[in-house]
T-cell receptor, first 112, second 118 residues
Framework: EDQVTQSPEALRLQEGESSSLNCSYTVSGLRGLFWYRQDPGKGPEFLFTLYSAGEEKEKERLKATLTKKESFLHITAPKPEDSATYLCAVLLSNQAGTALIFGKGTTLSVSS | NAGVMQNPRHLVRRRGQEARLRCSPMKGHSHVYWYRQLPEEGLKFMVYLQKENIIDESGMPKERFSAEFPKEGPSILRIQQVVRGDSAAYFC????????????????FGQGTRLTVV
């Protein structure tokens, strides 16, 4: 069964303490991997799309990387405003792969 | 350029009533997705529509749920005879291109409709 697993479920960091979030997937084919940020009571906000192993994307303090079986979201010197739930999703290449399949997310808390 | 607009933001219905959730995609987007999010669970795909057509409804419950995306107007997710288990946040997302398009298929989400069934 296709599955997207994110770890850890929750992460507490001090301001400036860099870390990484993991998204692993067991899928029969991948057309793309997406990262979103979700604040409480809001809809997911698009961050990155990665299409092939070895690809990297950066935006401010965030950098996303992709291998054949997992993706990492690296957060460098985080600030309290980076606190949110980060969602990973995959787009499959099989016949039923018309929509994103999401993991349960990693809830990040950054304290000053 | 307005983002994906969903209304209402909050909806309270009594058991047995109908719930109608509306979604206006971003300008120029003809692909719409509906997702449901329950507490402590991830976003679950329900249905994918392209103007006037249902492309994939594999995540939609077989009974009581229906969706449409008419030529004019917003996409509608309709839940008939609601039950307490339907209480959740329902999100709509839109994209300018079909899944797998080599030009990119990012989907942009609305703020959601939070349905409470009492």
């Amino acid at each position: 069964e296709d599955q997207v697993t994110q770890s850890p479920e929750a992460l507490r960091l001090q301001e400036g303490e860099s870390s990484s979030l993991n998204c692993s997937y067991t899928v029969s084919g991948l057309r793309g991997l997406f990262w979103y940020r979700q604040d409480p009571g809001k809809g997911p906000e698009f961050l990155f799309t990665l299409y092939s192993a070895g690809e990297e994307k950066e935006k401010e303090r965030l950098k996303a990387t992709l291998t054949k079986k997992e993706s990492f979201l690296h957060i460098t010197a985080p600030k309290p405003e980076d606190s949110a739930t980060y969602l990973c999703a995959v787009l499959l290449s099989n016949q039923a792969g018309t929509a994103l399949i999401f993991g349960k997310g990693t809830t990040l808390s950054v304290s000053s | 350029n307005a983002g994906v607009m969903q209304n209402p933001r909050h909806l309270v219905r009594r058991r047995g009533q109908e719930a109608r959730l509306r979604c206006s995609p971003m300008k120029g987007h003809s692909h719409v997705y509906w997702y449901r999010q329950l507490p402590e669970e991830g976003l679950k795909f329900m249905v994918y529509l392209q103007k006037e057509n249902i492309i994939d409804e594999s995540g939609m419950p077989k009974e009581r749920f229906s969706a449409e995306f008419p030529k004019e107007g917003p996409s509608i997710l309709r839940i008939q005879q609601v039950v307490r288990g339907d209480s959740a946040a329902y999100f709509c997302a839109s994209s300018p291109r079909a899944p797998g398009d080599s030009r990119g298929t990012e989907a942009f989400f609305g703020q959601g409709t939070r349905l409470t069934v009492v």
